[in-house]
């Protein structure tokens, strides 16, 4: 396959373009051809892998000249950890590429908005991430214990990533002090190919408005582990913020993910709280919160804004997480009645409504193209927040059968958000937003306000 890939014919090219999410656009003999986290004015060596619907697929081998426009990247791990691909790009490119990469995918799709609102930049185009994940693993086999993000080039290698710099000072040291302690144990990381070892993942997470951090050990079962060590020994880290739930989580799932099949409080509190829009969020370890607290407050309220005049209206929170948007709209609405599939972040919801004083909230667990066949009360406004793979076509068709009078779709993948809203046709689209709450990566976020015709 190597050889064959090798032998793949190699052209110089000046990306001209580019498409969603971040491919440069360049042609060769008049072919069109792709090149992954390239960017307008860069030219590049890359080899021809294959055709994609007519489209040259070009793998990069080098980058053979600058772009004028281009920055020093930030970050010592910048281009080696898959994490952050376009630091070299000043902030206005990025956003402008972005916007331009939604804007086309929209009009490709016949999707033309009555009032487009524009693209926000982040609050903050560093240190935004307020949750990671990192892997155990090692750089080369047999080269010491390393803790982080998977190395863009080898997948299988982990770089250890402790000067990130998408995340606070407090992640980068809570990192280096487990990897610290680990290395000095022996016990082995986790191998997805054979099954083998204990080490598998660690997360962190963080109230980016109280700074409460929560760390959370994920481990296959090993009698040898001793997991209260490892969290004494990250209560004595020097933090700007405090360490206040440390979790261990057993996961002896066969899948390259993180599954709980046990979740044991080593320290503290079971969750950590965070603060939007004036209301108060509890974040156990498995639900979802959008990573960027500045950022998610601007598109709550934004949210909030497209929905109007709430008080006669029942609503939907589709996919609703840990009841963010459903709460923030609660205590101007009706009605709210959230659905989500991670059981854990019900509960949550439900405790937001209730610390918040909603009690006009309902959440409900469940996939939500089972649970809406479930409904019988019609919705007036439908707020749909689902996950990158877009909503599931039986869970659309049943949505449009509630006839609701406004839809909101708030999207971090306007891919699917497209294919979605193109089925839509019962709906005219009367205002569109763009928002960055992804900096420095591919991400966009977008959130369109629809009306039934
Ligand atoms: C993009 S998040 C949005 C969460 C929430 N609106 C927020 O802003 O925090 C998508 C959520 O959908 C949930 N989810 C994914 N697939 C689902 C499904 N089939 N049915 C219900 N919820 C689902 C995920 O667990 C996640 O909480």
Redesign the pocket.
């Not at 639900?287 to 959008?290: A, G, K, L």
């Not at 929170?317 to 948007?325: H, M, N």
């Not at 469940?366 to 193209?369: A, I, P, Q, R, T």
């Given at each position: 396959m190597e050889k064959r890939r090798r032998n793949r014919p190699e052209y110089e090219m000046e990306i001209i373009d580019t498409t969603y999410p971040g491919i440069g656009v360049g042609y060769v003999e008049g072919q069109e051809m792709h090149a992954k986290h390239m960017f307008p004015g860069q030219v590049i060596l890359g080899r021809h892998l294959k055709n994609k619907q007519g489209i040259g697929q070009m793998m990069v081998l080098d980058k053979v000249k600058a772009a004028p426009w281009e920055v020093e990247p930030k970050c010592v791990h910048y281009l080696k950890c898959g994490g952050c691909m376009s630091q070299e790009v000043p902030y206005d490119l990025q956003i402008r590429w972005k916007e331009k990469e939604v804007l086309e995918m929209m009009e490709a799709g016949g999707l033309i908005p009555v009032r487009y609102h524009g693209i926000h930049s982040s609050p903050e185009q560093y240190h935004y991430r307020n949750k990671m994940e990192y892997t155990f693993g090692d750089e080369t086999k047999g080269a010491p214990l390393s803790l982080g993000l998977h190395y863009l080039s080898r997948k299988n290698s982990i770089i250890t990533v402790d000067q990130c710099q998408l995340v606070s000072e407090d992640f980068n040291r809570l990192l280096r002090a487990t990897l610290d302690h680990f290395s000095a144990t022996g016990i082995p990381y986790y191998w997805p190919m054979s099954h083998q070892g204990t080490l598998r993942n660690l997360i962190i997470r963080e109230g980016k408005r109280t700074g409460e951090l929560m760390a959370i050990l994920v481990t296959a079962t090993d009698p040898e582990l001793d997991p209260l060590a490892w969290a004494n020994e990250l209560l004595k880290t020097d933090l700007s913020g405090k360490l206040t739930s440390i979790w261990h989580m057993t996961n002896d799932s066969l899948q390259d993910a993180v599954v709980a099949d046990r979740l044991d409080l080593l320290y503290g509190e079971p969750y950590i709280h965070e603060i939007v829009c004036g209301l108060n969020f509890r974040i156990s370890p498995q639900?979802?919160?959008?990573t960027n607290t500045e950022a998610?407050e601007r598109?709550?309220r934004q949210v909030l804004e497209f929905a109007g005049d709430l008080a006669v209206k029942d609503v939907f929170?589709?996919?609703?997480?840990?009841?963010?948007?459903g709460n923030i709209l609660a205590p101007y609405a009706k009605h709210v009645t959230g659905?989500?599939?991670?059981e854990e972040?019900v509960q949550m919801a439900q405790e937001n409504a209730k610390i918040n004083g909603n009690d006009n909230a309902t959440f409900l667990a469940?996939?939500?193209?089972d649970?809406i066949a479930t409904l019988t009360k019609a919705p007036d406004l439908i707020?749909v927040?689902?996950?990158?793979?877009g909503i599931?076509p039986k869970?659309l068709q049943y949505l449009l059968e509630f006839k609701a009078e406004q839809i909101i779709y708030?999207s971090?993948n306007p891919k699917t958000m497209v294919q979605d809203v193109m089925k839509m046709t019962d709906y005219a689209i009367h205002d569109l937003v763009l928002m960055d709450n992804y900096p420095n990566t591919n991400h966009i976020e977008a959130i369109v306000l629809m009306s039934r015709k």
């Open positions: 639900s979802f919160f959008q998610a598109m709550y929170d589709l996919y609703c997480g840990t009841g963010t948007i659905v989500e599939i991670i972040a469940g996939d939500v193209k649970v707020v927040d689902p996950p990158r793979g599931h869970a708030v971090c």
